[in-house]
């Protein structure tokens, strides 16, 4: 049986010239309706000048030694807890099988590497992680209102525990609260937003960090 | 129930546009002549008070929008401007804002009406459909709007909310971005929202177009279940007899509204909402409007995880899955009885069903680790996981099952011989 024209080419047999036309004339306007919607999607992704508050510069000076600060970057809030030798004790001392996520959710590194406490800082003295909730995205209490049981934070929302290396301890929240790219652009002024091989390979001035473990 | 259409133009205008456009045909025949089974009760008339209530709400929607600035750090002060300075804007704030509760009582009513008498049986499914469709974009505007007045509520709402989507492997993060256009809820995500929430209450009158279309095909099921065979003694025309009856029934309910929206605007609302958003500070206790309630308690529900769904994700699946589940209802309800009427021991599950709902609702409200009335021990949690299990149980084990065990009581033969008594 052969076809002339036009009919699909069922039973093995070969595409005639209008199959080819037809696959052609779909893939194209598929391909072209794909190009034409993208924009229309991408304009809802974070814009230029948005992008661009990505980076911003905290003098950590006034922290003093236990106390903390939280800033806002990129419209949400970032703890810096200036840690007591106490603290960083407290958070190198836990094995890494009493943390529930033990990654070390620390952007400067790669995804896998453990969850020890100097993975997730430059200098062990000064913690910097971003201050959502990894459960749902509430602000944890700090030092202001309530430490929680492992002495870090806690989530009043659904009763979240973090440790004083910002790493969850107890309850719904699945991971660490993740430590943004940033580096000391001097002894105490950090820069979030850059890893500080991004920022070397910007031309910035990078400070010797001293905790850093990778 | 469309039939042959009894529309007889009488002027000479009415000749002319007929026969060019027969949109007086149209109204006629779906609103005045419609055959409608002569035994609705009044669970029948909240599809009314539904298109009744969606116009509410467009009105003074545009209205609002007229006055309210969707900008982060003007947004919660055009609100309060709004309710304080704006000519009767706290009427029109107060209509809006209670409109969307009222209009959510009237559509829980009208669909636990379709689950008992069985509604979305053959043929009417995408009837059913069209319906479930409606529900999820009004939550979905339900939701847009809540954030609108830029109150703590309304953007930690909006945080845990599409946290949520975050839960998704892989793609979760930067939906979430896309999502808010920044790396946060902010000026971007309340300024989409607002736009978006005044785009789909249009979409909602386009659905609902579809879900009368799709009603008026097969015509109004009734409360025994057992279709029209003979419109002239099984039926009525629409008017006079459901319009008078639709608008007493609009009437009261719009009397209720009233008690709401003059004497306690704010009693449905939350008083964090009357502070600005800042989102630096949590609110001790986040909860979402009280339509939501039930879902939000089988979000939380699940607590632990099952096999590679951590439960986190876990909880956003079953949350969705709540209502998703609604769309292939009609077919997991193997029963060819539509009316529960008929169905003595599937009607105790339905019962059943709805204090499940009402529960989750409760459960939703409360802190998952009080105890319930004070039984120590005995946590809303628990409570809530048991009824989150019957939620789903009715939908996947009791009504297929029963469909098939259960014997069903004597129909009547018609629905005049059931109403009249003379078959």
């Known amino acids: ?214 | 129930m469309s039939g042959h259409s009894t529309y007889e133009p009488k002027t000479g205008f009415t000749r002319w546009l007929d026969s060019r456009l027969p949109i007086v045909r149209l109204g006629w025949d779906s609103f005045v002549d419609f055959p409608t089974p002569r035994n609705l009760n009044y669970w029948w008339t909240f599809g009314g008070i539904l298109a009744v209530f969606l116009m509410i709400q467009i009105i003074t929607g545009i209205i609002l929008a007229m006055h309210y600035v969707p900008h982060e750090a003007m947004a919660f002060e055009s609100v309060e401007r709004i309710r304080r300075d704006v000519n009767f804007g706290w009427m029109i704030q107060s209509m809006h804002a209670n409109g969307a509760a009222f209009f959510f009582v009237a559509v829980y009513l009208h669909m636990f009406r379709g689950l008992y008498y069985g509604s979305y049986k053959a043929p009417r499914e995408i009837l059913w459909i069209l319906g479930v469709v409606i529900y999820l974009l009004m939550m979905a505007t339900a939701f847009m709007g809540y954030v609108l007045p830029w109150g703590q509520m309304s953007y930690w709402g909006a945080m845990v909310i599409t946290n949520l989507i975050g839960a998704l492997p892989f793609v979760g993060d930067a939906i979430r971005e896309w999502l808010w256009g920044g790396f946060s809820v902010g000026q971007t995500t309340l300024n989409r929202f607002f736009s978006l929430h005044y785009l789909l209450p249009f979409i909602i009158a386009g659905v609902v177009g579809l879900h009368i279309w799709a009603l008026h095909v097969p015509g109004n099921g009734n409360p025994l279940g057992i279709e029209v065979k003979d419109t002239k003694k099984d039926a009525l025309p629409f008017h006079p007899y459901y319009t008078v009856k639709d608008g007493f029934a609009i009437i009261v309910y719009l009397m209720i509204f009233a008690i709401f929206v003059f004497f306690m605007p704010n009693v449905l609302g939350h008083a964090d909402n009357f502070i600005e958003a800042n989102p630096l500070s949590t609110p001790a206790h986040i909860v979402p409007e009280w339509y939501f309630l039930p879902f939000y308690a089988i979000l939380r529900a699940i607590t632990f995880d099952i096999g590679p769904i951590d439960a986190k994700l876990g909880g956003v699946l079953a949350m969705f899955g709540a209502i998703a589940i609604l769309f292939v209802l009609p077919w997991l309800d193997t029963s060819k009885v539509r009316s529960m009427r008929f169905r003595p021991l599937t009607r105790w599950f339905f019962i059943f069903f709805v204090l499940a709902a009402l529960g989750l609702g409760w459960c939703g409200a409360k802190n998952p680790d009080d105890y319930v009335l004070g039984m120590e021990g005995f946590k809303f949690l628990y409570l809530a996981q048991f009824l989150t299990l019957y939620y789903f149980a009715y939908f996947i084990v009791i009504l297929p099952v029963l469909g098939i065990v259960e014997k069903p009581k004597e129909r009547p033969a018609s629905i005049e011989a059931a109403v009249l008594g003379n078959a």
């Open chain 1, 1 to 214: 049986m052969t076809e002339e024209n036009g009919a699909p080419g069922v039973d093995g047999q070969e595409p005639s010239r209008r199959d080819f036309i037809y696959i052609a004339a779909g893939g194209a306007a598929a391909v072209g309706g794909g190009l034409v919607a993208w924009p229309f999607i991408d304009q809802m992704n974070p814009a230029a000048d948005t992008l661009a508050l990505g980076s911003i510069r905290v003098d950590v000076s006034p922290v003093l030694q236990g106390s903390e600060i939280t800033v806002m970057w990129r419209g949400a809030p970032v703890f810096i807890r200036h840690r007591t030798e106490e603290e960083i004790a407290a958070a190198r001392a836990v094995e890494l099988s009493a943390l529930p996520d033990e990654d070390a959710r620390n952007d400067n590194l790669p995804a896998g590497t453990p969850g020890f406490d100097a993975n997730r800082v430059l200098r062990p003295e000064y913690l910097i992680v971003k201050g959502n909730c990894t459960h749902l995205g509430c602000v944890p209490l700090g030092l202001n209102a309530n430490t929680g049981d492992y002495d870090g934070w806690y989530c009043p929302c659904h009763g979240s525990h973090y440790d004083t290396s910002a790493r969850i301890r107890r309850g719904p929240a699945p991971e660490n609260l993740p430590v943004p790219d940033y580096f000391f652009e001097t002894e105490t002024v950090v820069k979030l937003g850059l890893s500080p091989e991004e920022a070397s390979a910007a031309g910035w001035t990078v400070s010797e960090n001293d905790g850093a473990v990778a």
